[in-house]
């Protein structure tokens, strides 16, 4: 399983790194992605990144703002966001996907995914 961490409230303008965790999953086998949930919104794809962090996808939305890496020594994917907005206000996903490709109609939709954690809450207040 995967697991999420580093969820807080933040300021707008702020930032946080989010981790994703492998739980009895070996992340370097797996491409990650990160899915971004607002409230009242469906779920949408922010950033991937591949096996060997050579090649990374980021939303529109985040371009800029947000960088995904990994380490696969410590068998865990980052998510670093900067600048924050209201507008991140949600639910952030980590999935795995076996085949090592970013940015293509499946990654971004969310489908073919091996695993998915249970998310981990970022609120950006004032």
């Known amino acids: 399983r995967l697991v999420e961490s580093g969820g807080d409230l933040v300021q707008p303008g702020g930032s946080l790194r989010l981790s994703c965790g492998g739980v009895g999953v070996a992340l370097d086998y797996y491409a990650i992605s990160w899915f971004h949930q607002a409230p009242g919104k469906e779920r949408e794809a922010v950033s991937c990144?591949?096996?060997?962090?050579?090649?990374?996808w980021y939303a529109n939305s985040v371009k800029g703002r947000f960088t995904a890496s990994r380490d696969n020594s410590k068998n865990t994917v980052y998510l670093r966001m900067n600048s924050l907005r209201p507008e991140d206000t949600g639910v952030y996903y980590c999935?795995?996907?076996?085949?090592?490709?970013?940015?293509?109609?499946?990654?971004?939709?969310?489908?073919?995914?091996?695993?998915w954690g249970k998310g981990t809450l970022v609120i950006v207040s004032s």
């Open positions: 999935a795995a996907q076996a085949y090592d490709i970013c940015g293509d109609s499946d990654s971004i939709r969310g489908v073919r995914m091996s695993y």
């Open positions: 990144i591949t096996r060997n962090g050579g090649m990374t």
